[in-house]
């Protein structure tokens, strides 16, 4: 008898279609950046460039009390500025004009980007425009939210 034949104690099973969500995941083709990176300028230079990797890392530690997603992968941030004697300008967004944080988490960024000690100072500016949507969201964000 063959191994692939079923047997009176051996049922063949139904092999189910997959959707192709893993394969994606272990092979990501390359694609067009995320819609949620922040502007960057593309001369700057390389200690520039070292503290704004610096100020994404500590924007992705503060997160939006209502969604389990740090700021940064949400999409919050559209720019980040930092200026020849590093005072760091931001500029970003709310999920919604409404947002009962829109008083205390542009606060929260200024105060955590003016710790890093190559900062000069920090200013944060709240902008609605383009508004927020949930397109913004870097991939990361849209898996752990369960949207995929």
Do not use: F
């Amino acid at each position: 008898m063959k191994m692939d034949e079923p047997t009176p104690d051996r049922q063949g099973l139904p092999v189910l279609p997959t959707s192709g969500k893993l394969e994606q995941v272990q092979n990501p083709q390359p694609q067009a950046p995320a819609l949620m990176q922040h502007k960057s300028p593309p001369d700057l230079p390389p200690a520039q460039r070292a503290l704004e990797a610096t100020i994404v890392e500590v924007l992705r530690s503060v997160y939006d009390p209502e969604i389990p997603v740090n700021i940064y992968e949400l999409g919050l941030i559209y720019e980040i500025d930092i200026d020849p004697q590093n005072h760091v300008k931001v500029k970003m967004t709310l999920t919604a004009p409404g947002c009962p944080v829109a008083g205390s988490l542009p606060v929260e960024v200024e105060r955590k980007i003016e710790a890093i000690p190559q900062v000069s100072g920090a200013e944060v500016e709240l902008v609605w425009d383009p508004p927020w949507d949930k397109s913004r969201m870097s991939e990361a964000a849209v898996m752990d939210l369960g949207l995929i």
